[in-house]
């Protein structure tokens, strides 16, 4: 156990669905950061939060969101769900802004779009 | 971010070291060598990081040339667990980590 939980693990949905994923950190880490991993694209950084602020962003869809809550955990809205939104989603912490001393990553949740 | 390339895969026999080399020769100064693994669809794990010097922790140890072009990952014992996708990153942020391909290490009795 990483000590990062993401929920759910496993999700299956229709296409043009709407769905929330969730993650806590680590205790005592105050950014969050999200990855997308599909087949043919790999790992893929979406967006970092610290402490509850927008800090980094990657190649984020505008159909996807993401929000760090005050105590910490973590949502990433995916709306409009297309059949190449299939994969794995990943949530990591770390202590600081920068994640120096590396992420801690959650198992992840394996979004299906049917 | 500079570039890296490695070997997409890489058979070791268990026990012995396992080598893992990374090519960055457009590294900058203020760029640190980060190294992931990833075990079967589960999330990456964190092993080491380093800026100029050799590091070494209770997972692997990592040698970065003087000239900071290269580097390689070195696992003393490897295992059948150790079998796993290696991602070497270069980042001078610390974060939005950009993992590439890596190197499919498979680690055979």
């Known amino acids: 156990d990483s000590g990062v939980t993401q929920t759910p693990k496993h999700l299956i949905t229709a296409t043009g669905q709407r769905v929330t994923l969730r993650c806590s950190p680590r205790?005592?880490?105050?950014?969050v950061y999200w990855y997308q991993q599909s087949l043919d694209q790999g790992l893929q950084f979406l967006i970092q939060y610290y402490n509850g602020e927008e800090r980094a962003k990657g190649n984020i869809l505008e159909r996807f969101s993401a929000q760090q809550f005050p105590d910490l955990h973590s949502e990433l809205n995916l709306s409009s769900l297309e059949l190449g939104d299939s994969a794995l989603y990943f949530c990591a912490s770390s202590r600081e802004a920068q994640g120096w001393g590396g992420y801690t990553f959650g198992s992840g949740t394996r979004l299906t779009v049917v | 971010d500079a570039k890296t390339t490695q070997p997409p895969s890489m058979d070791c026999a268990e026990g012995r070291a396992a080598n893992l080399p990374c090519n960055h020769s457009t590294i900058s100064g203020n760029e640190y060598v980060y190294w992931y693994r990833q075990i079967h669809s589960q999330g990456p794990q964190y092993i080491i990081h380093?800026?100029?010097n050799n590091e070494t922790n209770e997972m692997a140890s990592l040698i970065i040339t003087e000239d900071r072009k290269s580097s390689t990952l070195i696992l003393p014992h490897a295992t059948l667990r150790d079998t796993a996708v290696y991602y070497c990153i270069v980042n001078n942020a610390g974060n939005m980590l950009t993992f590439g391909g890596g190197t499919r290490l498979m680690v055979k009795p």
């Open positions: 380093g800026l100029k």
């Open positions: 205790s005592g880490d105050l950014s």
